[in-house]
């Protein structure tokens, strides 16, 4: 058996946690992070900006002596990386999007201009505007990554939001931009568009192109594709790994990190350097006892949405989050979901607006409800409360 030092990151705690119908409480969060840290995974992501929740179980396993194994997921801006810093991490990994359509959408520059309301990539856009949310988008993640690393003195790690339908050389200029910066450069399929042939060939041709910083993948598993294509790339040269534990995750969950594991053993020949199989096996038996599975691709509840940030761009571009037909996609209200889920419902559905104060009084109400009862909402149950005066 041959074995690699290849790295795992594991997003149970957060993306695993943002799949429709999930919900681990405090208790049920700090047990997990405990197992996953017997596995020997390089690591383990936690979002402690969503809720205070998420900053006090940040902040219980730092005192638990995990603080090697934290890595805080941070939104661009220098409040974000503070506040990662104060908790006591010393890793953070920042996030932004690098493809077009999702930087056109959310330029600040581009949405005060009258001409392009309204309109995603897929309309006639000037090459010159392209260019200024491309430029644009650069600036901001280096201006980030030099202060989380030589002002915050931070360890970080980069994740490339939806680069699989990124523009190629914009990628690789990315790369070299950031490269004196980050640890990693973590390349997301967000919306699972890619096949395992195409995996192979876009890391390999990234790393040829590249220098100065290790490539790390993230699939999504929209078309059943995130194992293949998570094995794929590590036989292409990635050199770190990205999941979830039994595969949760939003819409149809990410590639399962046991089956990666035990695909590398099996087909390959292959163990990774530090894991503990055994533990693996006792982390994943003690979710499937819980009941939790990720939808299954192309199933309708595979296309609902609870993320804020997510919804907040399908307003304005339904393919921003989903590649299938837009009148499957759907929105429910929990931990993680903002004003624009509230938007998405009035706005979109109903065609019955409220005023910005509104939406923001329903989504404090609706995030500290589904802690306190530990579930989600759906769009009727909501409707039943906003009815009942739950809101006012």
């Not at 950031?178 to 390349?187: A, D, I, K």
């Not at 993230?218 to 595969?247: K, M, P, V, W």
């Not at 910005?356 to 404090?364: A, F, G, H, N």
Request: charged share 20%.
């Amino acid at each position: 058996m041959k074995t690699l030092p290849i790295k795992i990151s594991d997003e149970t705690l957060r993306d695993g946690e943002q799949q429709v119908g999930v919900f681990f409480s405090l208790a049920t969060k700090h047990k997990l992070a405990h197992l996953i840290a017997q596995t020997g995974v390089s690591g383990f992501a936690i979002m402690p900006s969503v809720c205070d929740q998420e900053s006090e179980l940040t902040k219980t396993l730092i005192s638990d002596g995990l603080t090697h194994l934290i890595t805080a997921s941070t939104m661009m801006g220098k409040e974000y990386i503070d506040q990662a810093k104060n908790y006591g991490v010393k890793r953070i990994i920042l996030f932004h999007a690098v493809s077009d359509r999702l930087m056109f959408l959310r330029n600040p520059d581009i949405r005060l201009m009258s001409e392009y309301q309204g309109k995603t990539i897929d309309d006639d856009i000037p090459s010159h505007i392209i260019n200024k949310v491309r430029q644009d988008a650069i600036n901001l993640i280096v201006e980030n990554l030099r202060y989380a690393t030589q002002v915050a003195g931070l360890r970080v790690d980069f994740a490339a939001e939806d680069a699989s339908r990124a523009d190629f050389n914009f990628l690789v200029q990315c790369i070299n931009s950031f490269s004196g910066y980050v640890e990693h450069f973590l390349l997301c399929d967000t919306v699972g568009v890619l096949t395992p042939e195409k995996s192979y060939i876009w890391i390999n041709d990234l790393l040829q192109c590249t220098t100065g910083v290790e490539l790390g993948v993230h699939y999504h598993n929209d078309r059943g594709l995130a194992l293949e294509n998570t094995l794929q790339s590590i036989t292409a040269g990635a050199s770190l790994i990205s999941g979830t534990f039994c595969g949760l995750g939003e819409r149809s969950g990410n590639a399962a990190l046991e089956q990666v594991l035990n695909g590398l053993r099996l087909r390959f020949g292959i163990e990774l350097e530090g894991i503990n199989y055994d533990a693996v096996d006792a982390l994943t038996n003690y979710i499937e006892e819980m009941g939790i599975r990720p939808a299954p691709p192309y199933s309708r509840i595979s296309q609902s949405h609870e993320s804020g940030i997510h919804v907040n761009s399908l307003l304005r571009d339904p393919l921003s989050y989903s590649t299938f037909p837009h009148d499957k996609t759907g929105v429910v209200f929990g931990k993680w979901s903002g004003v624009s889920n509230f938007q998405y419902l009035f706005e979109k559905q109903l065609q019955n607006p409220q005023t910005r104060q509104q939406y923001e009084k329903m989504r404090d109400v609706i995030k500290s409800l589904a802690i306190e009862q530990e579930c989600y909402f759906t769009a009727k149950e909501v409707l039943k409360l906003w009815k009942d005066g739950t809101f006012e």
